[in-house]
């Protein structure tokens, strides 16, 4: 079974710092996915970022971006230039490709970005 | 375009009881996925439906089903509720399945007393 640890539970940091928030998954699997979700204290569930396993160049979304090592099986996120919205819990999550359509969660990292 | 919408937003409901709460998904979306949210387990996996099928289920007992409409809005009901049932809802929506990237809806917040 898929497992995913977020050893992480809490960080905080300064206002335009840069943070990383690691995120170590377990699978036997070699075609999956991997997704970074935040979920801000409105508790709407947003996509932050997704990368193919197949795909060796790491994901990136403007200020988010994923250090992705397969054979570590680690996938961190990055995030430059934080901002005081980007305080939330952080959600990695893992997908098996062709799979049984369900996402695995790790237990999350709460984030705070003091001003 | 509008987002996943679920309703209601809050809910107060006694042990023993059921419940149906409701999701709407992204137009154009056939997949619609639920999600249980507690402190203590974390975001678990309940069910997926796609064009009207439950495609997979999570570890969750009989208690717990869903349906899909075949304007692909989704219910999940829980009968006989359990205090330990008390959680965040979060119903996802996505194009054809999940493995395409998923968009949630603000949830749905049960507490069982």
């Known amino acids: 079974a898929q497992t995913v640890t977020q050893s992480q539970p809490e960080m905080s940091v300064q206002e335009a710092e840069t943070v990383t928030l690691s995120c170590t998954y377990d699978?036997?699997?070699?075609?999956?996915?991997l997704f970074w979700y935040k979920q801000p204290p409105s508790r709407q569930m947003i996509l932050v970022i997704r990368?193919?396993?197949?795909k060796q160049q790491n994901a990136t979304e403007n200020r988010f971006s994923v250090n992705f090592q397969k054979a570590a099986k680690s996938f961190s996120l990055k995030i430059s230039d934080s901002q005081l919205g980007d305080t939330a819990m952080y959600f990695c999550?893992?997908?098996?490709?062709?799979?049984?359509?369900?996402?695995?969660w790790g237990a999350g990292t709460k984030l705070i970005i003091k001003p | 375009k509008a987002g996943v919408t679920q309703t209601p937003r809050y809910l107060i409901k006694t042990r023993g009881q059921q419940v149906t709460l409701s999701c709407s998904p992204i137009?154009?979306?056939?997949?619609v996925s639920w999600y249980q949210q507690t402190p203590g387990q974390g975001l678990q996996f309940l069910f997926e439906?796609?064009?009207?099928?439950?495609?997979n289920k999570g570890n969750f007992p009989g208690r717990f089903s869903g349906r899909q409409f075949s304007n692909s809005r989704s219910e999940m009901n829980v009968s006989t509720l359990e205090l330990g049932d008390s959680a965040l809802y979060l119903c996802?929506?996505?194009?054809?399945?999940?493995?395409?990237?998923?968009?949630f809806g603000p949830g749905t917040r049960l507490l069982v007393l």
């Open positions: 996802a929506s996505s194009l054809a399945g999940i493995q395409e990237t998923q968009y």
């Open positions: 137009s154009g979306h056939r997949s």
């Open positions: 439906y796609f064009s009207e099928t439950q495609r």
């Open positions: 699978t036997s699997e070699s075609n999956y996915y």
């Open positions: 990368q193919e396993a197949y």
């Open positions: 999550a893992f997908m098996k490709q062709y799979s049984n359509y369900q996402l695995i």
